[in-house]
Structure formats: C-alpha cells, structure tokens
C-alpha cells in the first residue's frame, strides 16, 4: 500500500483560502486514482474531489461549487487541494486517500490508503 501524508491545514477567517498537499510514499504514485474527503465533528465522512491517475479528470462534490480545486504532480507523487472562498462549513479534518479502482468516487471507491488527516478551521 502507499503511505499518505498530508499538510497545510490551519485556522483561517471565512473567505480565505487553503492549499492542502498530500505526499506519497512506497509504491508507483501515477497508479493510483486520489482523493480527498473530509469529517466534521459529529458528522460521517464525505467525499470532497477525486482526481484520474493523469490528472486529466476530476470529479467534485456538488457542495464544492467551484470553490475548490484538485490537482497532483506525479512527479513529486502529491495531490493537493486548494480551498478558496472557505466558508465556515468547511470546517473539518480533512483526509487524503488513495485507490486502485475508479477514478470517479461519486461512483464508488476502492480506497486502500487513507493518510492521518490534517485539520482545517475556518472562523466567522
């Protein structure tokens, strides 16, 4: 399986903007379709953006609307996830993951890694 870690998290005022970065470590980056979910407190975990092993399709949550974005560099094996006009629904730790199956997660997924999480908290 592939090692996930992921950063940039951090406390920020509604309207701001995030970049998440998720590295990738012990097997072939380009094999695996990413994505990121994320959880609030008291809430199930839900899935946010995936991307295709080129890079070449993403997929989004409708809550998204435009605001987000994913993207990955295969050759410094990370995903990222920019977060702008962050509203403080947003808030919740946010999970990077890692699939040998389909690209598309709205359909379903196949994740066989999940990085640790990092924390992202957008104030009012």
């Known amino acids: 399986q592939v090692q996930l870690v992921e950063s940039g998290g951090g406390l920020v005022q509604a309207g701001d903007s995030l970049r998440l970065s998720c590295a990738a470590s012990?097997?072939?980056?380009?094999?695996?379709?990413m994505g990121w979910f994320r959880q609030a407190p008291g809430k199930e975990r839900e899935f946010v953006a995936s991307i295709s092993r080129s890079g070449g399709n993403t997929y989004y949550a409708d809550f998204v609307k435009g605001r987000f974005t994913i993207s990955r560099n295969n050759a410094k094996n990370t995903v990222y996830l920019q977060l702008n006009s962050l509203k403080p629904e947003d808030t919740a730790v946010y999970y990077c993951a890692a699939s040998t199956g389909n690209s598309d997660y709205r359909k379903g997924s196949d994740i066989g890694s999940w990085g640790q999480g990092t924390q992202v908290t957008v104030s009012s």
């Open positions: 012990g097997r072939p980056f380009g094999t695996y379709a």
